[in-house]
Protein backbone atom coordinates (compact mmCIF):
# COMPACT_ATOMS: atom_id res chain seq x y z
CA UNK A 1 0.00 0.00 0.00
CA UNK A 2 1.35 3.28 -0.85
CA UNK A 3 2.79 5.66 1.80
CA UNK A 4 0.78 8.33 1.15
CA UNK A 5 -2.65 6.38 1.32
CA UNK A 6 -1.46 4.99 4.46
CA UNK A 7 -1.18 8.06 5.99
CA UNK A 8 -4.69 9.54 4.82
CA UNK A 9 -6.42 6.29 6.29
CA UNK A 10 -4.50 7.17 9.41
CA UNK A 11 -5.61 10.88 8.95
CA UNK A 12 -9.35 10.24 8.46
CA UNK A 13 -9.33 7.38 11.56
CA UNK A 14 -7.63 9.98 13.96
CA UNK A 15 -9.83 12.99 13.07
CA UNK A 16 -12.91 10.57 13.17
CA UNK A 17 -12.16 9.73 16.65
CA UNK A 18 -11.77 13.27 17.71
CA UNK A 19 -15.02 14.52 16.21
CA UNK A 20 -16.91 11.45 18.10
CA UNK A 21 -15.11 11.83 21.41
CA UNK A 22 -15.97 16.08 20.96
CA UNK A 23 -19.61 14.96 20.16
CA UNK A 24 -20.39 12.23 22.35
CA UNK A 25 -17.47 13.05 25.29
CA UNK A 26 -19.10 16.74 26.51
CA UNK A 27 -15.97 17.74 24.20
CA UNK A 28 -13.47 16.33 25.76
CA UNK A 29 -10.95 14.38 24.53
CA UNK A 30 -8.61 11.67 26.74
CA UNK A 31 -4.87 13.00 26.65
CA UNK A 32 -4.45 9.66 26.26
CA UNK A 33 -5.83 9.61 22.62
CA UNK A 34 -4.21 13.04 21.96
CA UNK A 35 -0.63 12.33 22.84
CA UNK A 36 -1.18 8.68 21.11
CA UNK A 37 -2.35 10.53 17.81
CA UNK A 38 0.93 13.33 17.95
CA UNK A 39 2.87 9.90 18.53
CA UNK A 40 1.42 8.60 15.37
CA UNK A 41 1.80 11.71 13.74
CA UNK A 42 5.33 12.18 14.00
CA UNK A 43 6.43 8.19 13.71
CA UNK A 44 4.55 8.45 10.19
CA UNK A 45 7.15 11.47 9.30
CA UNK A 46 10.18 9.10 10.62
CA UNK A 47 8.80 5.88 9.13
CA UNK A 48 8.51 7.83 5.63
CA UNK A 49 11.25 10.28 5.64
CA UNK A 50 12.36 12.21 2.76
CA UNK A 51 12.89 15.64 1.46
CA UNK A 52 9.34 16.81 2.79
CA UNK A 53 9.66 15.61 6.75
CA UNK A 54 11.35 18.91 7.46
CA UNK A 55 9.15 21.00 5.65
CA UNK A 56 6.27 18.75 7.09
CA UNK A 57 7.59 19.47 10.89
CA UNK A 58 8.58 22.84 10.72
CA UNK A 59 4.50 23.33 9.52
CA UNK A 60 3.97 21.36 13.03
CA UNK A 61 5.67 23.68 14.69
CA UNK A 62 4.16 26.69 13.45
CA UNK A 63 0.62 25.13 13.62
CA UNK A 64 1.49 24.61 17.28
CA UNK A 65 2.95 27.72 17.81
CA UNK A 66 -0.61 29.44 16.25
CA UNK A 67 -2.90 26.83 18.15
CA UNK A 68 -1.11 27.51 21.27
CA UNK A 69 -1.63 31.03 21.33
CA UNK A 70 -5.12 30.88 20.52
CA UNK A 71 -5.52 28.38 23.21
CA UNK A 72 -4.24 30.61 25.89
CA UNK A 73 -6.38 33.21 24.33
CA UNK A 74 -9.87 31.24 24.94
CA UNK A 75 -10.35 30.73 21.30
CA UNK A 76 -9.09 26.91 20.90
CA UNK A 77 -9.43 23.45 22.89
CA UNK A 78 -5.82 22.33 23.86
CA UNK A 79 -7.21 19.01 22.00
CA UNK A 80 -8.25 20.93 19.02
CA UNK A 81 -4.35 22.56 18.85
CA UNK A 82 -2.44 19.03 19.17
CA UNK A 83 -5.75 17.55 16.35
CA UNK A 84 -4.13 20.57 13.97
CA UNK A 85 -0.33 19.99 14.53
CA UNK A 86 -0.89 15.63 14.01
CA UNK A 87 -2.56 16.27 11.05
CA UNK A 88 0.29 18.24 9.36
CA UNK A 89 2.37 15.76 10.50
CA UNK A 90 0.39 13.10 8.36
CA UNK A 91 -0.02 15.14 5.13
CA UNK A 92 1.83 17.71 5.27
CA UNK A 93 0.80 18.84 1.14
CA UNK A 94 -2.34 18.85 -0.07
CA UNK A 95 -2.77 15.53 -2.32
CA UNK A 96 -4.34 15.43 -5.09
CA UNK A 97 -8.37 15.48 -4.56
CA UNK A 98 -9.85 12.90 -5.27
CA UNK A 99 -13.07 14.19 -6.82
CA UNK A 100 -11.72 17.00 -8.85
CA UNK A 101 -9.00 17.35 -11.06
CA UNK A 102 -7.44 20.70 -9.74
CA UNK A 103 -3.51 22.15 -9.39
CA UNK A 104 -3.09 22.36 -6.13
CA UNK A 105 0.80 23.71 -5.90
CA UNK A 106 2.56 22.35 -3.32
CA UNK A 107 -0.01 23.64 -0.27
CA UNK A 108 0.26 22.61 2.99
CA UNK A 109 -2.71 20.07 3.19
CA UNK A 110 -3.49 22.02 6.51
CA UNK A 111 -4.24 25.55 4.82
CA UNK A 112 -6.77 23.52 3.16
CA UNK A 113 -8.13 21.76 6.44
CA UNK A 114 -8.41 25.03 8.24
CA UNK A 115 -10.34 27.06 5.53
CA UNK A 116 -13.32 23.99 4.50
CA UNK A 117 -13.21 24.09 8.36
CA UNK A 118 -13.88 27.52 8.74
CA UNK A 119 -16.31 27.20 5.75
CA UNK A 120 -18.24 24.29 7.71
CA UNK A 121 -18.36 26.30 10.91
CA UNK A 122 -19.94 29.18 9.44
CA UNK A 123 -22.69 27.13 7.67
CA UNK A 124 -23.52 24.86 10.69
CA UNK A 125 -23.54 27.34 13.27
CA UNK A 126 -26.28 29.71 12.85
CA UNK A 127 -28.51 26.86 11.38
CA UNK A 128 -27.99 24.53 14.76
CA UNK A 129 -28.29 27.35 17.19
CA UNK A 130 -31.26 28.96 15.75
CA UNK A 131 -33.20 26.71 14.24
CA UNK A 132 -31.93 22.82 16.44
CA UNK A 133 -31.09 23.87 19.37
CA UNK A 134 -33.26 27.20 19.63
CA UNK A 135 -36.81 25.85 18.98
CA UNK A 136 -37.38 24.84 22.82
CA UNK A 137 -35.18 27.83 24.12
CA UNK A 138 -36.66 30.92 24.98
CA UNK A 139 -37.68 33.42 21.84
CA UNK A 140 -35.03 35.38 19.23
CA UNK A 141 -35.00 38.40 20.28
CA UNK A 142 -34.94 41.65 17.49
CA UNK A 143 -31.85 42.31 15.60
CA UNK A 144 -30.44 45.39 17.01
CA UNK A 145 -29.26 48.39 14.37
CA UNK A 146 -25.70 47.43 14.84
CA UNK A 147 -26.15 43.88 13.89
CA UNK A 148 -28.08 44.97 11.05
CA UNK A 149 -25.63 46.98 10.00
CA UNK A 150 -22.79 44.50 9.99
CA UNK A 151 -25.31 42.07 8.31
CA UNK A 152 -25.57 44.18 5.18
CA UNK A 153 -21.99 45.20 4.97
CA UNK A 154 -21.13 41.30 5.13
CA UNK A 155 -23.49 39.96 2.27
CA UNK A 156 -22.70 43.03 0.41
CA UNK A 157 -18.96 42.37 0.23
CA UNK A 158 -19.92 38.63 -0.84
CA UNK A 159 -21.98 39.74 -3.44
CA UNK A 160 -18.88 42.26 -5.23
CA UNK A 161 -16.77 39.35 -4.48
CA UNK A 162 -19.63 37.51 -6.73
CA UNK A 163 -19.54 40.11 -9.39
CA UNK A 164 -15.49 40.75 -9.29
CA UNK A 165 -15.20 36.95 -10.21
CA UNK A 166 -17.37 37.15 -12.80
CA UNK A 167 -16.31 40.31 -14.04
CA UNK A 168 -12.42 39.06 -14.47
CA UNK A 169 -13.23 35.47 -15.49
CA UNK A 170 -16.42 36.36 -17.52
CA UNK A 171 -17.69 33.19 -16.30
CA UNK A 172 -18.62 31.02 -12.97
CA UNK A 173 -19.50 27.72 -12.10
CA UNK A 174 -22.76 26.74 -10.82
CA UNK A 175 -21.78 25.06 -8.09
CA UNK A 176 -19.15 28.21 -7.50
CA UNK A 177 -22.62 30.82 -7.08
CA UNK A 178 -24.50 28.41 -4.90
CA UNK A 179 -21.58 27.74 -2.03
CA UNK A 180 -20.87 31.93 -2.79
CA UNK A 181 -24.33 32.03 -1.91
CA UNK A 182 -24.60 29.80 1.19
CA UNK A 183 -21.22 31.37 2.36
CA UNK A 184 -23.12 34.97 2.23
CA UNK A 185 -26.60 34.10 3.90
CA UNK A 186 -24.89 32.44 6.43
CA UNK A 187 -22.27 34.63 7.40
CA UNK A 188 -25.18 37.75 7.68
CA UNK A 189 -26.67 35.18 10.13
CA UNK A 190 -23.87 34.87 12.15
CA UNK A 191 -23.43 38.81 12.33
CA UNK A 192 -26.92 39.61 12.78
CA UNK A 193 -27.76 37.08 15.62
CA UNK A 194 -24.13 36.60 16.85
CA UNK A 195 -25.29 37.60 20.24
CA UNK A 196 -28.03 35.31 20.67
CA UNK A 197 -25.58 32.31 19.42
CA UNK A 198 -23.31 33.39 22.00
CA UNK A 199 -25.69 33.20 24.49
CA UNK A 200 -26.98 29.87 24.11
CA UNK A 201 -23.18 28.54 24.00
CA UNK A 202 -22.87 28.92 27.36
CA UNK A 203 -24.56 27.86 30.68
CA UNK A 204 -23.45 29.74 33.89
CA UNK A 205 -22.28 27.13 36.67
CA UNK A 206 -20.42 27.17 39.83
CA UNK A 207 -16.58 27.06 40.22
CA UNK A 208 -16.64 23.39 41.33
CA UNK A 209 -18.39 22.74 38.13
CA UNK A 210 -15.14 23.72 36.30
CA UNK A 211 -13.18 21.70 34.37
CA UNK A 212 -9.93 21.73 32.54
CA UNK A 213 -10.07 23.29 29.46
CA UNK A 214 -13.27 24.99 30.06
CA UNK A 215 -13.65 28.53 28.28
CA UNK A 216 -15.04 31.33 30.55
CA UNK A 217 -17.11 33.84 28.68
CA UNK A 218 -15.38 36.69 30.68
CA UNK A 219 -16.03 39.66 27.94
CA UNK A 220 -19.65 39.20 28.80
CA UNK A 221 -19.45 39.13 33.26
CA UNK A 222 -20.24 42.13 35.36
CA UNK A 223 -16.88 43.90 36.18
CA UNK A 224 -18.14 43.00 39.88
CA UNK A 225 -18.22 39.35 39.34
CA UNK A 226 -14.54 39.81 37.31
CA UNK A 227 -13.19 41.46 39.81
CA UNK A 228 -14.06 38.84 42.44
CA UNK A 229 -12.46 36.26 40.65
CA UNK A 230 -10.01 38.34 40.12
CA UNK A 231 -9.07 39.09 43.32
CA UNK A 232 -9.15 35.46 44.08
CA UNK A 233 -6.75 34.16 41.58
CA UNK A 234 -4.80 37.21 39.68
CA UNK A 235 -4.14 34.91 36.60
CA UNK A 236 -8.01 34.73 36.15
CA UNK A 237 -8.76 34.41 32.07
CA UNK A 238 -10.81 32.67 29.63
CA UNK A 239 -9.20 29.14 29.75
CA UNK A 240 -9.55 27.07 33.10
CA UNK A 241 -6.34 25.36 33.56
CA UNK A 242 -5.93 23.27 36.90
CA UNK A 243 -4.68 26.38 38.74
CA UNK A 244 -7.50 28.30 38.42
CA UNK A 245 -9.74 25.55 38.88
CA UNK A 246 -7.61 25.15 42.36
CA UNK A 247 -8.12 28.51 43.02
CA UNK A 248 -11.42 29.24 42.75
CA UNK A 249 -13.60 26.53 43.04
CA UNK A 250 -14.62 27.15 46.44
CA UNK A 251 -16.03 30.10 45.53
CA UNK A 252 -19.91 30.67 45.79
CA UNK A 253 -20.65 32.81 42.38
CA UNK A 254 -21.55 31.02 38.83
CA UNK A 255 -19.32 31.96 36.12
CA UNK A 256 -20.63 32.29 32.35
CA UNK A 257 -18.80 29.23 30.50
CA UNK A 258 -19.22 27.71 26.72
CA UNK A 259 -20.53 24.29 27.92
CA UNK A 260 -22.82 24.13 24.75
CA UNK A 261 -20.09 25.21 22.12
CA UNK A 262 -19.85 24.17 19.11
CA UNK A 263 -17.92 20.68 18.86
CA UNK A 264 -15.16 21.98 16.59
CA UNK A 265 -13.21 18.81 15.80
CA UNK A 266 -16.08 17.75 13.86
CA UNK A 267 -15.56 20.79 11.80
CA UNK A 268 -11.82 19.67 11.70
CA UNK A 269 -13.31 16.17 10.67
CA UNK A 270 -15.66 18.01 7.95
CA UNK A 271 -12.78 20.36 6.67
CA UNK A 272 -9.96 16.91 6.47
CA UNK A 273 -12.91 15.50 4.10
CA UNK A 274 -14.12 18.34 1.96
CA UNK A 275 -10.17 18.79 1.72
CA UNK A 276 -9.16 15.08 0.71
CA UNK A 277 -11.98 14.67 -1.49
CA UNK A 278 -12.04 17.99 -3.09
CA UNK A 279 -8.72 20.45 -2.21
CA UNK A 280 -8.56 23.55 -1.11
CA UNK A 281 -12.16 25.13 -1.34
CA UNK A 282 -11.28 28.73 -2.49
CA UNK A 283 -9.23 26.98 -5.71
CA UNK A 284 -12.28 24.80 -6.17
CA UNK A 285 -14.63 27.82 -6.15
CA UNK A 286 -12.08 30.06 -8.27
Not at 52 to 63: D, E, K, N, P
Not at 92 to 106: D, E, M, R
Amino acid sequence: MPAELIRILLLVLISLIYALYDIFNKRNVPDLFVYASLAVGLLSTIAYWSYLSLYSIGIAVVIGAIGYIFYKGGQLGAGDGFELVTISLLLPIQPTPFLASIAQFGMPFILSVLVATGFAAIVIVPIYYLLIDGKNRRKIEKVDAKSMVKGIIILTVYLVLLAMIYLVRYQISLIAIVLILILAVSSMFMALYANEINYRMISFVYPKELERGDMIAVSIMKKSDLAYFTQAYEKFGRVADDQLIAKVKDLNRKLPVYKKAVPFAAFIFIGVVVSLLFGDIFLFIF
